[in-house]
Protein backbone atom coordinates (compact mmCIF):
# COMPACT_ATOMS: atom_id res chain seq x y z
CA UNK A 1 0.00 0.00 0.00
CA UNK A 2 1.07 3.71 -1.32
CA UNK A 3 -0.14 6.87 0.57
CA UNK A 4 -0.53 8.63 -2.36
CA UNK A 5 -0.96 12.56 -3.49
CA UNK A 6 -3.35 13.24 -6.25
CA UNK A 7 -3.90 16.97 -7.55
CA UNK A 8 -6.78 17.29 -10.31
CA UNK A 9 -8.71 13.95 -8.54
CA UNK A 10 -12.37 16.12 -9.42
CA UNK A 11 -11.27 16.22 -12.78
CA UNK A 12 -11.97 13.67 -15.61
CA UNK A 13 -8.92 11.48 -15.51
CA UNK A 14 -7.61 12.15 -12.42
CA UNK A 15 -11.03 10.45 -11.05
CA UNK A 16 -10.42 8.03 -12.66
CA UNK A 17 -6.92 7.46 -11.49
CA UNK A 18 -8.29 7.82 -7.77
CA UNK A 19 -10.54 5.01 -8.51
CA UNK A 20 -8.03 2.70 -9.76
CA UNK A 21 -5.43 3.75 -7.07
CA UNK A 22 -8.24 2.87 -4.87
CA UNK A 23 -8.96 -0.59 -6.03
CA UNK A 24 -5.57 -1.05 -5.87
CA UNK A 25 -5.62 -0.54 -1.78
CA UNK A 26 -3.42 2.61 -1.61
CA UNK A 27 -4.08 5.63 0.78
CA UNK A 28 -5.47 8.30 -1.55
CA UNK A 29 -5.25 12.00 -0.73
CA UNK A 30 -6.90 14.50 -3.16
CA UNK A 31 -5.81 17.85 -3.22
CA UNK A 32 -7.97 20.30 -4.60
CA UNK A 33 -9.10 23.73 -5.02
CA UNK A 34 -11.73 25.98 -3.36
CA UNK A 35 -14.86 25.89 -5.14
CA UNK A 36 -13.74 22.26 -6.54
CA UNK A 37 -16.53 20.41 -8.37
CA UNK A 38 -17.56 17.21 -6.63
CA UNK A 39 -19.98 15.32 -9.04
CA UNK A 40 -17.16 13.07 -10.38
CA UNK A 41 -15.93 11.61 -7.18
CA UNK A 42 -19.59 11.70 -4.62
CA UNK A 43 -19.33 8.00 -4.76
CA UNK A 44 -15.64 7.98 -3.02
CA UNK A 45 -15.44 10.60 -0.51
CA UNK A 46 -15.76 8.45 2.22
CA UNK A 47 -12.83 6.63 0.86
CA UNK A 48 -10.36 9.34 -0.11
CA UNK A 49 -8.95 12.40 2.16
CA UNK A 50 -9.39 15.71 0.75
CA UNK A 51 -7.10 18.85 1.29
CA UNK A 52 -8.33 22.18 -0.02
CA UNK A 53 -4.95 23.91 -1.19
CA UNK A 54 -4.85 25.98 -3.73
CA UNK A 55 -1.40 25.27 -5.40
CA UNK A 56 -0.02 28.72 -5.54
CA UNK A 57 0.05 29.16 -2.01
CA UNK A 58 3.34 27.91 -1.33
CA UNK A 59 3.83 28.06 2.37
CA UNK A 60 -0.07 25.91 3.00
CA UNK A 61 0.87 23.75 0.17
CA UNK A 62 4.24 22.70 1.71
CA UNK A 63 2.55 21.92 4.82
CA UNK A 64 -0.05 19.75 3.81
CA UNK A 65 2.35 17.90 1.45
CA UNK A 66 4.34 17.72 4.94
CA UNK A 67 1.68 16.12 7.06
CA UNK A 68 0.58 13.52 4.43
CA UNK A 69 4.49 12.58 3.58
CA UNK A 70 3.16 10.44 0.26
CA UNK A 71 5.10 7.51 -1.04
CA UNK A 72 3.35 8.71 -5.02
CA UNK A 73 2.31 12.23 -6.41
CA UNK A 74 0.24 12.44 -9.73
CA UNK A 75 -0.28 15.78 -10.85
CA UNK A 76 -3.05 16.07 -12.94
CA UNK A 77 -4.68 19.87 -12.21
CA UNK A 78 -4.45 21.43 -14.78
CA UNK A 79 -6.06 24.83 -16.75
CA UNK A 80 -6.97 25.50 -20.40
CA UNK A 81 -7.52 21.91 -21.44
CA UNK A 82 -11.40 22.60 -22.43
CA UNK A 83 -11.90 25.65 -24.99
CA UNK A 84 -13.90 28.11 -22.40
CA UNK A 85 -10.85 28.57 -20.13
CA UNK A 86 -8.96 30.96 -22.14
CA UNK A 87 -7.19 33.06 -19.60
CA UNK A 88 -3.34 32.94 -19.90
CA UNK A 89 -2.24 34.05 -16.76
CA UNK A 90 -4.04 31.47 -15.14
CA UNK A 91 -2.92 28.74 -17.42
CA UNK A 92 0.50 30.02 -16.78
CA UNK A 93 -0.52 30.15 -12.57
CA UNK A 94 -2.08 26.68 -12.61
CA UNK A 95 0.26 24.61 -15.02
CA UNK A 96 3.87 26.61 -14.54
CA UNK A 97 3.82 27.94 -11.09
CA UNK A 98 1.03 24.95 -9.86
CA UNK A 99 3.70 22.66 -11.22
CA UNK A 100 6.80 24.64 -9.73
CA UNK A 101 5.44 24.71 -6.33
CA UNK A 102 4.72 20.94 -5.67
CA UNK A 103 7.38 20.09 -7.12
CA UNK A 104 9.31 21.73 -4.63
CA UNK A 105 7.13 21.55 -1.81
CA UNK A 106 7.75 17.69 -2.25
CA UNK A 107 11.17 17.62 -2.69
CA UNK A 108 11.22 19.22 1.03
CA UNK A 109 9.94 15.80 2.42
CA UNK A 110 10.57 12.85 -0.37
CA UNK A 111 8.99 10.94 -2.26
CA UNK A 112 9.50 7.33 -4.34
CA UNK A 113 7.85 8.66 -7.42
CA UNK A 114 5.78 12.00 -8.85
CA UNK A 115 3.90 11.67 -12.01
CA UNK A 116 3.44 14.59 -14.01
CA UNK A 117 0.62 15.16 -16.80
CA UNK A 118 1.82 16.37 -20.12
CA UNK A 119 -0.24 16.83 -23.59
CA UNK A 120 0.13 15.72 -27.13
CA UNK A 121 -0.15 19.82 -27.28
CA UNK A 122 3.19 20.08 -26.78
CA UNK A 123 4.33 18.91 -29.95
CA UNK A 124 1.90 21.44 -31.86
CA UNK A 125 0.45 20.23 -35.60
CA UNK A 126 2.87 17.16 -36.84
CA UNK A 127 2.21 15.09 -40.17
CA UNK A 128 3.42 11.70 -38.68
CA UNK A 129 3.78 10.16 -34.90
CA UNK A 130 6.29 12.10 -33.13
CA UNK A 131 8.82 10.51 -30.71
CA UNK A 132 9.65 11.96 -27.37
CA UNK A 133 12.72 13.32 -27.95
CA UNK A 134 11.81 15.58 -31.25
CA UNK A 135 11.38 19.01 -30.92
CA UNK A 136 8.02 20.68 -29.22
CA UNK A 137 6.26 23.30 -31.85
CA UNK A 138 3.21 23.90 -29.23
CA UNK A 139 -0.26 24.79 -30.84
CA UNK A 140 -1.70 27.09 -28.14
CA UNK A 141 -0.46 28.88 -25.06
CA UNK A 142 -1.88 26.03 -23.28
CA UNK A 143 0.56 24.01 -24.94
CA UNK A 144 3.36 26.48 -23.76
CA UNK A 145 3.05 26.31 -20.52
CA UNK A 146 2.62 22.43 -20.53
CA UNK A 147 5.90 22.11 -22.21
CA UNK A 148 7.45 24.40 -20.01
CA UNK A 149 6.05 22.44 -17.00
CA UNK A 150 7.51 19.41 -18.41
CA UNK A 151 10.94 20.45 -19.33
CA UNK A 152 11.24 21.71 -15.53
CA UNK A 153 10.01 18.17 -14.30
CA UNK A 154 12.41 16.99 -16.96
CA UNK A 155 15.49 19.30 -15.62
CA UNK A 156 14.75 19.17 -11.60
CA UNK A 157 14.35 15.03 -12.14
CA UNK A 158 17.78 14.97 -13.42
CA UNK A 159 19.12 18.12 -11.27
CA UNK A 160 18.28 16.43 -8.58
CA UNK A 161 18.35 12.88 -8.92
CA UNK A 162 14.53 12.20 -8.12
CA UNK A 163 11.90 9.75 -9.64
CA UNK A 164 10.28 12.41 -12.02
CA UNK A 165 8.44 11.23 -15.11
CA UNK A 166 5.98 12.82 -17.50
CA UNK A 167 3.18 11.43 -19.34
CA UNK A 168 2.42 12.89 -22.58
CA UNK A 169 -1.28 12.11 -23.19
CA UNK A 170 -3.29 11.73 -26.53
CA UNK A 171 -7.14 11.80 -26.68
CA UNK A 172 -8.85 9.79 -23.19
CA UNK A 173 -12.14 9.38 -22.94
CA UNK A 174 -14.32 6.86 -21.02
CA UNK A 175 -16.51 7.67 -17.67
CA UNK A 176 -16.58 10.74 -16.66
CA UNK A 177 -15.24 12.62 -19.11
CA UNK A 178 -16.52 16.30 -19.69
CA UNK A 179 -19.96 15.83 -21.16
CA UNK A 180 -19.82 18.66 -23.63
CA UNK A 181 -16.43 16.74 -25.51
CA UNK A 182 -17.36 14.57 -28.14
CA UNK A 183 -17.27 11.29 -26.90
CA UNK A 184 -20.18 11.85 -24.31
CA UNK A 185 -21.84 14.28 -26.63
CA UNK A 186 -22.33 11.71 -29.67
CA UNK A 187 -23.14 9.36 -27.04
CA UNK A 188 -25.94 10.97 -25.76
CA UNK A 189 -27.47 12.16 -28.70
CA UNK A 190 -27.42 9.37 -29.97
CA UNK A 191 -29.57 7.05 -27.06
CA UNK A 192 -32.11 9.80 -28.47
CA UNK A 193 -31.53 8.96 -31.98
CA UNK A 194 -29.69 12.01 -32.51
CA UNK A 195 -26.89 13.25 -34.13
CA UNK A 196 -24.83 16.51 -32.83
CA UNK A 197 -23.24 19.22 -35.48
CA UNK A 198 -20.11 17.59 -36.82
CA UNK A 199 -17.05 19.46 -38.31
CA UNK A 200 -15.25 17.37 -41.27
CA UNK A 201 -15.37 13.75 -41.71
CA UNK A 202 -12.09 13.74 -41.72
CA UNK A 203 -10.90 15.31 -38.74
CA UNK A 204 -8.61 12.55 -36.83
CA UNK A 205 -7.43 11.64 -33.08
CA UNK A 206 -5.25 9.24 -31.03
CA UNK A 207 -8.10 7.98 -28.33
CA UNK A 208 -6.79 6.35 -25.77
CA UNK A 209 -9.38 4.59 -22.76
CA UNK A 210 -9.36 5.96 -19.67
CA UNK A 211 -8.59 2.53 -17.73
CA UNK A 212 -5.51 2.39 -20.03
CA UNK A 213 -3.92 5.31 -18.86
CA UNK A 214 -4.48 5.05 -15.38
CA UNK A 215 -2.69 2.05 -15.74
CA UNK A 216 0.29 4.19 -17.46
CA UNK A 217 0.14 6.54 -14.43
CA UNK A 218 0.82 3.06 -11.78
CA UNK A 219 3.28 1.73 -14.02
CA UNK A 220 4.95 5.31 -14.56
CA UNK A 221 5.11 5.29 -10.39
CA UNK A 222 6.15 1.61 -9.71
CA UNK A 223 8.23 0.64 -12.29
CA UNK A 224 12.26 0.81 -11.36
CA UNK A 225 14.98 1.76 -13.66
CA UNK A 226 13.63 4.57 -15.38
CA UNK A 227 15.90 7.14 -16.54
CA UNK A 228 15.47 10.36 -14.92
CA UNK A 229 12.72 12.89 -16.58
CA UNK A 230 11.46 10.22 -19.16
CA UNK A 231 8.72 11.67 -20.70
CA UNK A 232 6.39 9.05 -22.12
CA UNK A 233 3.32 9.18 -25.09
CA UNK A 234 -0.06 7.72 -23.73
CA UNK A 235 -1.40 6.89 -27.02
CA UNK A 236 -2.23 3.91 -28.73
CA UNK A 237 -0.62 4.11 -31.98
CA UNK A 238 -3.89 4.18 -33.94
CA UNK A 239 -5.66 7.09 -35.76
CA UNK A 240 -10.03 7.28 -35.24
CA UNK A 241 -11.30 9.79 -38.04
CA UNK A 242 -14.84 11.61 -37.12
CA UNK A 243 -16.05 9.64 -39.42
CA UNK A 244 -14.85 6.23 -38.20
CA UNK A 245 -16.20 7.53 -34.31
CA UNK A 246 -19.69 8.57 -35.75
CA UNK A 247 -19.47 4.96 -37.83
CA UNK A 248 -19.01 3.04 -34.23
CA UNK A 249 -21.68 4.86 -32.64
CA UNK A 250 -24.45 4.60 -35.35
CA UNK A 251 -23.95 0.94 -35.44
CA UNK A 252 -23.79 -0.10 -31.48
CA UNK A 253 -26.80 2.69 -30.77
CA UNK A 254 -28.91 2.08 -33.42
CA UNK A 255 -28.68 5.56 -35.25
CA UNK A 256 -30.62 6.10 -38.21
CA UNK A 257 -30.34 9.50 -39.08
CA UNK A 258 -27.43 10.61 -41.46
CA UNK A 259 -24.43 12.84 -40.33
CA UNK A 260 -24.08 16.56 -41.39
CA UNK A 261 -20.76 17.05 -42.61
CA UNK A 262 -19.51 20.28 -41.71
CA UNK A 263 -22.71 21.43 -40.11
CA UNK A 264 -20.13 22.66 -37.55
CA UNK A 265 -16.80 24.47 -38.57
CA UNK A 266 -13.55 23.69 -37.73
CA UNK A 267 -11.44 24.70 -35.02
CA UNK A 268 -8.33 26.21 -34.15
CA UNK A 269 -7.35 22.75 -32.52
CA UNK A 270 -9.35 20.28 -35.40
CA UNK A 271 -6.25 18.11 -37.89
CA UNK A 272 -6.41 15.14 -39.81
CA UNK A 273 -3.09 13.86 -38.33
CA UNK A 274 -2.56 13.23 -34.61
CA UNK A 275 -1.59 10.15 -33.33
CA UNK A 276 1.04 8.97 -30.73
CA UNK A 277 3.92 7.01 -31.06
CA UNK A 278 3.84 4.69 -27.98
CA UNK A 279 7.06 2.43 -28.73
CA UNK A 280 8.83 4.14 -25.30
CA UNK A 281 6.53 3.36 -23.09
CA UNK A 282 6.06 0.09 -24.37
CA UNK A 283 9.30 -0.93 -24.10
CA UNK A 284 10.05 0.49 -21.04
CA UNK A 285 7.24 0.67 -18.84
CA UNK A 286 5.47 -2.34 -20.50
CA UNK A 287 2.27 -0.70 -21.15
CA UNK A 288 0.56 -0.90 -23.62
CA UNK A 289 -3.69 -0.73 -24.56
CA UNK A 290 -5.95 -3.05 -23.54
CA UNK A 291 -8.81 -1.57 -25.14
CA UNK A 292 -9.59 -0.78 -28.81
CA UNK A 293 -11.63 1.81 -29.31
CA UNK A 294 -14.29 -0.51 -30.29
CA UNK A 295 -14.30 -1.97 -26.52
CA UNK A 296 -14.21 1.16 -24.98
CA UNK A 297 -16.73 3.20 -26.46
CA UNK A 298 -18.75 0.28 -25.83
CA UNK A 299 -17.91 0.54 -22.09
CA UNK A 300 -18.45 4.25 -21.98
CA UNK A 301 -22.41 3.64 -23.35
CA UNK A 302 -22.58 0.80 -20.99
CA UNK A 303 -21.13 3.24 -17.98
CA UNK A 304 -23.91 6.09 -19.01
CA UNK A 305 -26.98 3.47 -19.24
CA UNK A 306 -25.93 2.07 -16.28
CA UNK A 307 -25.85 5.62 -14.21
CA UNK A 308 -29.07 7.00 -15.33
CA UNK A 309 -28.88 10.27 -12.72
CA UNK A 310 -25.34 10.68 -14.55
CA UNK A 311 -26.96 10.33 -17.81
CA UNK A 312 -29.70 12.93 -16.80
CA UNK A 313 -26.72 15.18 -15.37
CA UNK A 314 -25.06 14.39 -19.27
CA UNK A 315 -28.55 15.24 -20.92
CA UNK A 316 -28.71 19.01 -19.12
CA UNK A 317 -25.19 19.84 -20.07
CA UNK A 318 -25.47 19.28 -23.50
CA UNK A 319 -28.83 20.89 -24.27
CA UNK A 320 -27.80 24.22 -21.98
Known amino acids: ??????????????????????????????????????????????????????????????????????????????????????????????????????????????????????????????DHPPHEQEALGPNSHYAVTKASATMFCRYTAQSQDVHMPTLRLYSVYGSYEEPTRLIPTVIVRGLHQELPPLVSASVARDYVYSEDVAEAYVRAASVPDQSRGAVYNVGTGIQTSLEEVVAQARRMLDIKVE??????????????????????????????????????????????????????????????
Open 1 to 126: MKRVILTGGTGFVGANLARRLLRDGHEVHLLVREGYRPWRINDILDDVRLHVVDLADEDTLVSVVRRIRADWVFHLAVYGAYASQQNVQQMIQTNILGTVNLVNACLVTGFEALVNTGSSSEYGFK
Open 259 to 320: PQWGSMPERAWDTHTWVANPDLIIRQLGWKPRYSFEEGFRRTVTWLRTHPSLLQFYEDKIQA
